[in-house]
């Protein structure tokens, strides 16, 4: 196989249509995306075989629902941390570690169940490991895909990875309930085992072209996971993507956590029912995905998503209420059609929001949320359903879907496309004396602007969505201060723990935060220039005075 090339990328231009077929015309996307197509296939073959298996060693609700917490809780508490280090290292070769590892483990367990030795506490453990491979697998998988396409084709490589995802949900558990009653509860961990071959194939042939240029030394691995944490914290168009996905994933989640009891118990069916319901989910989001672009163009995101979460609620009523497996499939088709809507439109949100540097931390704060609500989900309606039945976990799970879509109609999808988050690389080197100025910590930096008082109120309002693009960089305090002599005189000032993080800051203002500071200036009084200093915390002792320059951080 050739190696793959990369093309070029800016994600400094504002997304626009494009086909949804696009980013096949791309020959790494290609190649990686049938990769993990077949990688998925066996992933979804593993999670029925798990979830039967743990359905025949104890059937009770909440032994069976501690399956699906295992999947998602690793990916919950370990994911942030798997972003910082896709944004530190390289992101190929740390995908080709986690997958190796996935096989091994896969490979040793689906031995354990044809010995006939596999209980449900080794069950749950092997379900926790493959999960904590996942949780450093999937920042990193969703941050290369700006790497494999244009710009212009990101929204439809996004579509394209979920529909992925979804062909191989409706070829895996379908195969998994035939392959189980056929051969053996152990032939689909087997399989998965062998599915990995093709991406580490894959990875191995590719080659990725590095996007980091800085000069400055790599991030120490908890502050760039601080960073992360606070670029999500101060960016609206995530911090709206998160609230949205809250809302749906933690009703959302009964019917993953309870399907393999509703195949057992509520529908008295075997593996062979559990993988068709499973499947048709799979077909469903197949076909979701095929028409998804033309209805996001004509309704926008936000009714996409309020869509898909009525449709998953209907699901739930319908599996609650009709005991009848030709009538849940036709729901799991309308289940599979309504999360693709949602997932990828949250997907796709997420990623607009965020600019290369931070990508796959921004992307793990979305995935830790995603999987927190899963498993926190999959634990509440196990319970529940233990507690009151699963018919009345369904509905319970259901009204709260419904009651949520107006209390969060307020946060808005899509808010970063179009953005530029692209590094502006504006403001010139700052002026310092100190030859240990890396280690000095704290560093501020204060800037004075003379604005006069007819344009305050505007002044007031752009210096508030300038802290956050400041927080955003790496400023841990901002503030803004009026001269109490000279009103039209206000002094900015924000912190950094270092001045090497400073200088980082530097490397990440955007396009977007540039428009922000370039109208402040026409707000100023006449011939008179923003005035920056910069001041060194005396951690170290020096003598030298702080260092001043005039607009380098305006």
């Given at each position: 196989m050739k190696n793959l090339a990369t093309p070029n990328q800016n994600d400094g231009v504002p997304v626009t249509p494009s086909s949804p077929w696009a980013p096949f015309r791309f020959r790494a996307f290609t190649i990686l995306w049938v990769a993990t197509v077949v990688s998925n296939i066996g992933t979804w073959m593993n999670d029925v075989g798990a979830g039967w298996l743990m359905a025949s060693l104890?059937?009770?609700?909440?032994?069976?629902?501690?399956?699906?917490?295992?999947?998602?809780?690793?990916?919950?508490?370990?994911?942030?941390?798997?972003?910082?280090?896709?944004?530190?290292?390289?992101r190929r070769k740390l995908l080709m570690l986690v997958n190796v590892i996935m096989a091994a483990t896969a490979s040793a367990f689906a031995l354990l169940v044809y010995l006939d030795a596999a209980t449900p506490t080794v069950l749950i453990g092997v379900t926790f490991i493959l999960g904590t491979c996942t949780a450093f697998v999937a920042p990193a998988w969703q941050a290369i895909v700006p790497s494999l396409v244009p710009r212009h084709a990101l929204q439809a490589a996004i579509a394209l990875n979920s529909t992925g995802i979804n062909v191989s949900r409706a070829i895996g558990p379908a195969l998994a309930g035939v392959i189980i009653v056929s051969i053996g509860i152990y032939a689909p961990f087997a399989l998965n085992a062998v599915s990995f071959i093709g991406?580490?194939?894959?990875?191995?042939?590719?080659?990725?072209?590095?996007?980091?240029?800085?000069?400055?030394?790599?991030?120490?691995?908890?502050?760039?996971?601080?960073?992360?944490?606070?670029?999500?914290?101060?960016?609206?168009?995530?911090?709206?993507t998160i609230g949205r996905a809250i809302a749906f994933f933690l009703f959302a989640s009964a019917y993953w956590a309870l399907l393999p009891l509703i195949a057992k118990t509520s529908l008295g069916g075997d593996a062979r029912s559990y993988g068709i319901l499973?499947?048709?989910?799979?077909?469903?989001?197949?076909?979701?995905?095929?028409?998804?672009?033309?209805?996001?163009?004509?309704?926008?995101?936000?009714?996409?998503?309020?869509?898909?979460?009525?449709?998953?609620?209907?699901?739930?009523?319908?599996?609650?209420?009709?005991?009848?497996?030709?009538?849940?499939?036709?729901?799991?088709?309308?289940?599979?059609?309504?999360?693709?809507?949602?997932?990828s439109t949250l997907n796709a949100s997420a990623q607009t929001a965020l600019p290369s540097w931070v990508r796959a931390r921004g992307l793990s704060v979305f995935i830790t949320i995603f999987f927190g609500a899963m498993s926190l989900g999959s634990i509440i309606w196990g319970q529940i359903a233990q507690a009151a039945g699963i018919p009345a976990a369904l509905i319970i799970a259901a009204t709260g879907a419904v009651i949520l879509i107006p209390v969060t109609w307020r946060l808005k999808l899509g808010l970063g496309e179009k953005l530029d988050l692209a590094p502006s690389a504006h403001w010139p080197a700052p002026v310092v004396v100190h030859e240990n100025a890396h280690d000095r910590s704290p560093a501020m930096t204060m800037i004075m602007y003379h604005v006069p008082a007819k344009n305050h109120q505007r002044f007031l309002a752009l210096a508030t969505a300038l802290s956050q693009a400041r927080k955003r960089s790496g400023a841990y305090r901002w503030g803004l201060m009026q001269d109490a002599e000279h009103p039209d005189q206000f002094s900015e000032y924000f912190l950094e723990t270092s001045w090497l993080n400073h200088l980082r800051h530097h490397e990440r203002v955007s396009g977007s935060d540039r428009?922000?500071?370039?109208?402040?200036?026409?707000?100023?009084?006449?011939?008179t220039t923003p005035v920056v200093t910069h001041l060194l915390g005396t951690a170290i002792p020096a003598k030298s005075k702080p260092a001043t320059s005039k607009g380098s951080d305006q």
């Open positions: 104890d059937p009770s609700p909440s032994a069976v629902s501690l399956v699906q917490a295992a999947t998602t809780l690793p990916v919950f508490l370990f994911a942030l941390l798997a972003g910082a280090l896709a944004d530190m290292f390289d991406i580490l194939i894959a990875l191995f042939t590719w080659k990725m072209t590095s996007e980091t240029t800085s000069a400055l030394p790599r991030e120490h691995v908890i502050a760039a996971m601080v960073a992360g944490a606070r670029y999500a914290l101060h960016s609206a168009p995530l911090r709206a499973v499947g048709a989910v799979g077909v469903g989001a197949v076909l979701g995905a095929l028409v998804l672009p033309r209805l996001r163009r004509r309704f926008g995101p936000d009714n996409i998503a309020v869509a898909g979460t009525l449709g998953t609620a209907c699901v739930l009523v319908v599996f609650a209420i009709v005991p009848n497996l030709i009538a849940a499939a036709a729901g799991s088709l309308l289940a599979g059609a309504s999360w693709i809507a949602v997932l428009v922000i500071q370039d109208e402040i200036r026409t707000l100023l009084k006449p011939e």
